[in-house]
């Protein structure tokens, strides 16, 4: 089982690049509670793949592949799982900006 470490630590740092810039993006400055529950639990999965990364090392060294496979899946359905909601939370609130500045622009004529 070859398990390129290095890659899986980037893909999380990037992962937690896209969730700052999803919070950043839809709190326009301001804490949004609707989701900042969310965002704070996606930021506990990232500290969880880190470990989960960190213990493939030791895996590695015990030669254990099924623990190896099994860590990595859970890694990237987790990552899967949040860059999913981010994109369907974004887009949510897209459409919803999109509705009321035109309707803001309709009365403003």
């Known amino acids: 089982m070859s398990v ?4 899986l630590l980037k893909s999380i740092d990037k992962l937690e690049e896209a969730i700052y810039s999803a919070e950043l993006k839809l709190s326009q400055g301001k804490k949004n509670s609707k989701y ?3 965002f704070d639990s996606y930021r506990r ?3 969880m793949q ?3 990364s960190e213990e493939i090392f ?9 623990e190896i496979v099994r860590r990595v899946g859970l890694i990237n359905g987790l990552s899967a799982m949040i860059l999913d909601d981010i994109r369907n939370i974004t887009t949510q609130n897209e459409q919803i900006r999109n509705k ?5 622009t309709y009365n403003m004529n």
């Not at 030791?58 to 099924?66: E, P, S």
């Not at 009321?100 to 803001?104: A, R, T």
């Open 50 to 52: 880190r470990r989960f």
């Open 4 to 7: 390129n470490l290095e890659n």
């Open 45 to 47: 999965i990232c500290d």
């Open 58 to 66: 030791y895996l590695k060294a015990i030669n254990n592949k099924d």
């Open 100 to 104: 009321y500045s035109y309707q803001d």
């Open 36 to 38: 900042a529950s969310r």
